[in-house]
């Protein structure tokens, strides 16, 4: 069986040379590309050639995800997707509308091999990488659901960008062309549970998007028990990569902190992240930002959240001690915006009409 080509996966150049090697001239690329991007099917695109666009869709994967389910928030309108994937596998993405712009929050993985105990992403493990087209195709799903640009990203959704590293790369520099989305370095953020070679590997790359840490503890003891990566990767050795990465980039990094209640949110693990974080960034002036999030409760970690005036004070605290901090407004609460849940309980739903 012949392998199908992804269009979506392409940039413009090598767009030019696929249509060369059909025979047809590389001018093609120019019709097709900005269509790609608006998410118009193949067979509606009737600037090409009926003939050509039977080939196209003869040849080519159709990798951009279709609406499974969606959930809209009465509180917020924040748009949880749920979206199916060409081989039947779905992931979740969450649309937020701010005064600055609409910000995705896109996936990177079907599933997630990191075990975090707090995150539903994770049960069940990794199931296989996205591609750079399916990554891409939630950006345009979402947007040609909503009629909406999106002009932010948030890659913090199923899966660890940093385990998926040469498709979430590609993906960054196909988000950023003119002629498609068009969407800026600087306006998408990648969050890592702290995958240290990954982290080297991304300030090599040099694309100046911002870095954001999942941080969540200030101690091993207390990280390993809820973050399985820091039995690989120590806090040391993943804050001296980020000391590499400040380095090399210029760029400021986001730490993302989540407030466990009796887990890591007293006063004294307070104390413990902002000493922690001081003698690392305080010696080569880099600035330092805690994002904290109040852990959401998933039936099956058990977590609980503390209050809200818990958070606040445990922001006031890093503030104090020099480190700017906030408390993430939470929006699409009663929709469960928070990646994971969504997907696993239509998986459960699914396995339990059989």
Wanted: positive net charge; proline residues 3%; aromatic residues 6%.
């Amino acid at each position: 069986m012949t392998q199908k080509h992804d269009l979506y996966s392409m940039t413009d150049v090598e767009l030019e040379e696929y249509f060369l090697s059909l025979g047809e001239p590389k001018f093609r690329a120019k019709q097709v590309f900005p269509r790609l991007a608006e998410g118009t099917p193949l067979s509606e695109m009737t600037n090409l050639s009926k003939k050509l666009r039977e080939r196209l869709e003869e040849e080519t994967l159709d990798t951009l995800p279709r609406v499974e389910a969606k959930l809209v928030s009465k509180v917020d309108g924040t748009i949880k997707y749920l979206f199916r994937l060409h081989d039947g596998e779905c992931v979740e993405s969450v649309f937020m509308r701010y005064k600055h712009g609409n910000t995705l929050c896109i996936s990177s993985q079907v599933g997630c091999r990191m075990g975090c105990k707090f995150c539903a992403s994770t049960i069940g493990g990794r199931v296989r990488d996205l591609l750079p087209s399916e990554l891409l195709g939630q950006v345009i799903a979402a947007s040609r659901d909503t009629g909406e640009r999106v002009s932010n990203i948030v890659m913090m959704g199923i899966g660890e960008p940093l385990d998926n590293f040469d498709n979430v790369v590609k993906f960054l520099k196909l988000v950023n062309l003119p002629g498609g989305l068009n969407i800026g370095y600087r306006h998408i953020s990648l969050s890592t549970c702290g995958v240290v070679t990954g982290i080297d590997k991304l300030a090599e790359v040099d694309i100046p998007i911002t870095l954001s840490i999942s941080l969540h503890a200030a101690t091993d003891e207390k990280r390993s028990a809820i973050m399985p990566v820091n039995n690989k990767w120590k806090i040391k050795d993943l804050l001296e990569a980020c000391v590499r990465y400040y380095k090399r980039t210029g760029r400021r990094i986001s730490f993302e902190y989540t407030l466990i209640s009796g887990k890591n949110d007293t006063e004294a693990d307070a104390r413990e992240l902002a000493d922690l974080l001081n003698s690392y960034f305080r010696p080569i002036s880099a600035p330092i930002h805690v994002n904290l999030i109040r852990v959401n409760e998933v039936k099956e970690t058990g977590f609980k959240q503390g209050s809200t005036e818990q958070a606040n004070a445990f922001a006031a605290l890093l503030e104090k001690r020099g480190i700017t901090a906030t408390v993430r407004r939470r929006l699409g609460s009663d929709v469960n915006a928070a990646c994971g849940q969504l997907r696993r309980n239509t998986a459960n739903s699914g396995e339990n009409k059989d």
